[in-house]
């Protein structure tokens, strides 16, 4: 029994030890900032909604003001299919219509589960597994059908975090995502697949291994229920550990942030949260933080997730600081500047 208990003791001893020192890894020193990154964000015009704006003037103003070019687009299938059979993809083609007058590259998302609360968009009509998964890929089947031949459509994205536990969504079915990547390679093998994961909570190469690029999540400060504001205690290495672990398992040579905290994580619907409280976790000064810590990780593009709150607090509460702040980036890119 003695010797039981010391082996234990020794195994729990070396697991603290290794634990301390992954620790201390993670939070030394990052690289040097990558100073030839990319920038990009997500534009959800359902979000855009919900804040109380046009989301055709916030979109068109992140073209021409802020002079984004790289927009990860989330398709809503609840509502370009609300009744079986029947398509309305005219909010899709506006927004690809407008990004190709100004050379824009567009990353078109479609799954069950695509950005922005609750995460999962499926149809009230399709209310049985069978028919939702027999649905969802004829969906995305005339989506690529729809838009392989756009040249501003750059890369496809299938699901969001898919094997992320969040949000309101139904059990998770790895067989359908291969078959979604499946049928979405196979009608159009010329464009890229990108697949994305938690940066914080996933490991990274399950979703790494299914798609042609892998994007990460980032946040840096967050609310919980259970702990109130917390900073997330983690360096850049942390990440630069993760990729160098998913490069030695998988095939995966592309890695790119595809959504980093850009606007509050606060305590309750942001629109009715005080500004005071929504700066706790989000503001200009935490913006560039953001940006500067994970230009140190060293993937060449970073999109920006919350594009849509910078102009509500511009136009909505007459706080352009913020997006003056983003405006910087975007307008000072070589990468823009076309």
């Known amino acids: ?23 201390a890894y993670f939070n030394m020193p990052g690289p040097a900032p990558r100073q030839d990154v990319s920038f990009g964000i997500t534009f959800s015009s359902r979000y855009a909604q919900l804040l109380g704006l046009s989301w055709q003037e916030t979109y068109t103003a992140l073209l021409d003001d802020m002079r984004v070019r790289k927009i990860r687009i989330p398709l809503y299938w ?18 690809l219509d407008e990004a190709k007058k100004r050379d824009v590259d567009i990353i078109l998302v479609m799954g069950q589960k695509v950005p ?26 005339h989506v690529v059908d729809r838009y392989k031949d756009r040249s ?35 009608l159009d093998p ?15 190469f399950q979703a790494a291994a299914r798609g042609d690029v892998f994007g990460t999540t980032l946040y840096r400060d967050i609310w919980s229920k259970k702990f109130g504001y917390i900073t997330y ?23 790119i942030v595809i959504e980093l905290q850009a606007e509050p994580w606060a305590n309750g619907w942001v629109a009715d949260v005080p500004l005071e409280e929504q700066f706790r976790t989000m503001d200009e ?19 920006l997730w919350g594009a849509e709150w910078w102009y ?17 980036y975007f307008v000072t890119s070589p990468q823009y500047a076309r």
């Open 312 to 328: 509500w607090l511009k136009v909505e509460k007459e706080y352009p600081a913020v997006w003056d702040t983003a405006k910087q």
């Open 190 to 204: 010329t464009r890229p697949i990108l697949t994305t994961d938690s940066g914080e909570l996933s490991l990274w």
């Open 78 to 95: 609840d509502l370009i299919e609300k009744n079986q059979g029947e398509y309305d993809f005219s909010d899709v083609d506006w927004q």
């Open 116 to 141: 922005r609360w609750p995460e999962c968009f499926i149809p009230a009509w399709a209310d049985t597994d069978a028919l939702r998964r027999q649905r969802l890929l004829a969906f995305e089947q």
């Open 1 to 23: 029994m003695k010797h039981i208990v010391k082996i234990i003791g020794y195994t729990l001893l070396s697991v603290l030890l290794l634990s301390g020192l992954l620790f």
């Open 285 to 303: 000064h935490r913006l560039v933080a953001n940006i500067e810590y994970t230009k140190q990780i060293g993937f060449p593009e970073i999109y």
């Open 233 to 255: 205690p983690i360096g850049p290495n942390f990440f630069l550990f993760k990729e160098m672990i998913v490069r030695a398992l998988t095939d995966q040579e592309h890695f």
């Open 152 to 186: 501003e459509v750059a890369m496809w994205q299938i699901e969001n975090e898919p094997f992320l536990r969040f949000g309101n969504c139904v059990n998770f079915d790895i067989t359908l995502l291969d078959d979604e990547v499946k049928l979405v390679k196979g």
